[in-house]
């Protein structure tokens, strides 16, 4: 047998270790993991081209998005849903990578028909928002900045849930570039007493105020209500029929 010429300590062979974790990664330990959180603080800007709105009304929630994609300065989509059924009584909007929300979608009714198949109920709006806020803080969902409502038997709940898994339950929340002309709708026409009719209006209201002035934003408006009867989603392109 040849007698090897080098010092292996040093080579690969150390890297795989018996200080190595047989099981893994853990949470947080995502390859690059750091990096990319990194991108999403300080001078490294999110880039979330969308206008996603969530509102807890007196019986239920009413959440609603745009219907434009961008890719760059580009128009990809005119006609894409940005709201979609993730638990019987929950829904979630997306803002960020597309392939990553996606995904993050398909893992969340995963594991909701997991819970239901096991416990035999449904999964509380909490838990929902604690598992999401997990999923995103792997790092293995970069970057997504979703809003996720819904109701359960505590009642109806928002939550606003940034890209690095921070979560907090609100009366109103937005996500995406249009944040700002969204939300300043949102502080005037807010009430703690509205409706499930008045929601969809000031929702609509949010959503248009951001298309006149975000060029991320447009080609209608997909809107999603969430009550004890279910999840119901309409696509509407005018907004005069909602206003």
């Known amino acids: 047998m040849r007698t090897p010429t080098g010092d292996l300590s040093d080579g690969p062979a150390a890297d795989l270790g018996r200080d190595q974790p047989v099981f893994g990664p853990e949470l947080g330990e995502f390859e690059h993991s750091e990096r990319r959180a990194a991108k999403a603080e300080g001078d490294g800007e999110m880039k979330t081209g969308t206008t996603t709105v969530g509102i807890k009304a007196d019986d239920g929630v009413v959440m609603a998005t745009d219907m434009r994609a961008s890719l ?11 709201v979609e059924e993730i638990h019987p009584r929950g829904a979630l909007t997306i803002a960020g990578s597309v392939s990553a929300a996606q ?15 096991r416990r035999g109920k449904d999964m509380s709006m909490e838990a929902l928002s604690t598992l999401t806020g997990n999923l995103l803080r792997s790092g293995a969902f970069y970057i997504v900045q979703p809003i996720l409502g819904g109701v359960d038997d505590e009642g109806a709940h928002i939550y606003s849930i940034d890209a690095l898994g921070g979560t907090t339950e609100e009366e109103y929340t937005v996500t995406g570039s249009g944040s700002q002309y969204a939300l300043g709708v949102l502080e005037q ?15 609509a209201k949010a959503i248009q ?15 999603a209500v969430v009550t004890d009867d279910g999840v119901d989603i309409t696509r509407y392109k005018d907004f005069d029929d909602l206003l």
């Open 72 to 82: 760059g300065g580009m128009v990809s989509s005119k006609d894409v849903q940005k």
């Open 103 to 117: 995904n993050l979608i398909s893992t969340l009714r995963a594991e909701t028909s997991l819970y239901e198949a």
């Open 189 to 203: 026409e807010y009430d703690d007493d509205v409706t499930i009719d008045e929601a969809k209006n000031i929702a």
């Open 209 to 223: 105020s951001a298309v006149e002035r975000d060029l991320a934003s447009g080609n209608g408006i997909n809107v």
